[in-house]
């Protein structure tokens, strides 16, 4: 069974940094070319950054010198770097493969950029359990 599961993301100010990572399971993957996604409320999902194989990476052109890409074949694992954030940023963000001629998603990551000029608490985690 091949699964991505993506962490990371969360909130953060215009100018910040986050990274995001999707660990993949059930597909050989120091083969596999890995892509992250992004879409936006109300917007199509769009390629932000691709890795291929080789460890050769290509940026779309809102994103190049701010974000990096990149993988851990050891870990199974493709990362998302995204330095100097912008409010243009926020987005739901998706790992994604194509393996045996299937496509596979991520479950996707929330990206929130606020305004520098925004006050917020640290955040609580609320868990409920059944």
């Known amino acids: 069974q091949v699964r991505l599961v993506q962490s990371g993301g969360g909130l953060v100010q215009a100018g910040g940094s986050l990274r995001l990572s999707c660990r993949t399971s059930?597909?050989?993957?120091?083969?596999?070319?890995m892509h992250w996604y992004r879409q936006a409320p109300e917007k199509q999902r769009d390629l932000v950054a691709t890795i291929n194989n080789d460890g050769s990476t290509n940026y779309a052109d809102s994103v190049k010198g701010r974000f990096t890409i990149s993988r851990v074949n050891a870990w199974n694992t493709v990362y998302l770097q995204m330095n100097s954030l912008k409010l243009e940023d926020t987005a739901d963000y998706y790992c994604?493969?194509?393996?045996?001629?299937?496509?596979?998603w991520g479950q996707g990551t929330q990206v929130t950029v606020s305004s520098a000029l925004d006050s917020w608490g640290q955040g609580t985690q609320v868990t409920v359990s059944p």
């Open positions: 059930g597909i050989n993957f120091s083969i596999a070319r």
């Open positions: 994604q493969t194509t393996w045996k001629s299937r496509n596979y």
